[in-house]
């Protein structure tokens, strides 16, 4: 399976290659400069998630593209594009700049590479599609999964901040009956979660899970959890946000009715959403905008209430 994403990235890097046998480019070579592309990349994945190199002329050789972007100084921008393509060892690595960046799984297969013979694969895409997981919402989230590794059987959700770099993903479990549902990165939650999609001049709607977000397609922020962290407090705090929907499981309605004061505190319009017991994934994007345009601003009065009521 070639990489097309990976083949543009590289070409921009070292300069358009020239397609050869088995799904390898020829470039020319950074070590020897010489004038012919003589420097043969293997764009098909091996199991280790290399991509071997060779130079025919000076008989240079690696395993790995990120050599050869450190050879010819390519960008940050282009290393962690590059990270997202196809990992490296670790989730966490040492970039040029010494700025340590998340990673996606090396393991992460996309589904615009999926073929008829890959079964789990198969599964990973019924799976989206029984939650309501569009083909649109798959390229748009970059949805990917994994079938080894420590995310074996997992779809797994990037999440980018404003400038595009990754800053957190969740894996999720496509099993019928999963030993472990959900399974996260070593990070920190500390950052805002869908950032690249988030207009902070619309209403913002605050969910739980990332397929919640998803699924409610405008401006939700899935706090990964029921807690919401102190970056995104802020952000949103100081942002010109009016309306901010909370939309959490009735379990949560504690914290729910805390965030809604803080928010209020702030001169916020804070709308309560009643979720009767289901995840805006399972009602869908219809009814859930149904349910945001019935919701009513909550007043001072209506928090007092409602925190009563947990009493
Ligand atoms: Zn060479």
């Not at 010489?34 to 240079?60: A, M, R, T």
């Not at 990917?144 to 479990?173: A, V, W």
């Not at 009814?287 to 009563?308: A, G, V």
Request: hydrophobic share 35%.
């Amino acid at each position: 399976m070639v990489n097309e994403l990976l083949i543009n990235l590289v070409n921009s890097v070292l300069g358009s290659g020239k397609r050869t046998a088995r799904g390898n480019q020829a470039h020319s070579c950074p070590y020897c400069n010489h004038h012919k592309p003589k420097l043969e990349i293997n764009f098909s994945q091996n199991k280790k998630g290399y991509n071997p190199w060779h130079c025919w002329v000076c008989d240079k050789k690696g395993t790995r593209i990120s050599t050869l972007f450190k050879k010819v100084k390519a960008s940050t921008e282009k290393f962690d594009e590059l990270y997202k393509l196809i990992g490296n060892e670790q989730e966490y690595t040492q970039n040029p700049t010494d700025k340590k960046i998340l990673r996606l799984p090396k393991e992460i297969k996309y589904f615009s590479d999926i073929t008829m013979s890959d079964i789990e694969g198969r599964r990973a895409l019924s799976y989206l599609k029984n939650r309501g997981i569009t083909k649109e919402d798959i390229i748009k989230y970059n949805l990917g999964y994994c079938t080894s590794g420590r995310y074996q059987n997992m779809i797994i959700i990037p999440s980018y901040d404003e400038k595009g770099h990754l800053n957190y993903f969740t894996g999720r479990s496509f099993e019928d009956k999963p030993y472990i549902k959900y399974r996260n990165p070593e990070t920190s939650r500390n950052i805002i979660p869908f950032e690249l999609f988030i207009n902070w001049n619309l209403p913002l709607v605050l969910c739980e899970g990332p397929f919640d977000a998803i699924a409610i397609k405008r401006n939700a922020i899935p706090l990964l959890g029921k807690n919401l962290q102190q970056n995104l407090l802020m952000k949103i705090v100081k942002s010109t946000v009016e309306k901010i929907y909370i939309a959490l499981d009735s379990d949560a309605r504690k914290q729910a009715l805390k965030f809604a004061e803080k928010f209020m505190d702030e001169g916020k319009e804070v709308y309560l959403v009643e979720l009767e017991g289901k995840d805006p994934s399972e009602m869908g994007f219809n009814y859930f905008t149904n349910l945001i345009q019935k919701t009513l601003p909550l007043s001072q009065y209506d928090l007092m209430e409602k925190k009563l009521q947990l009493i």
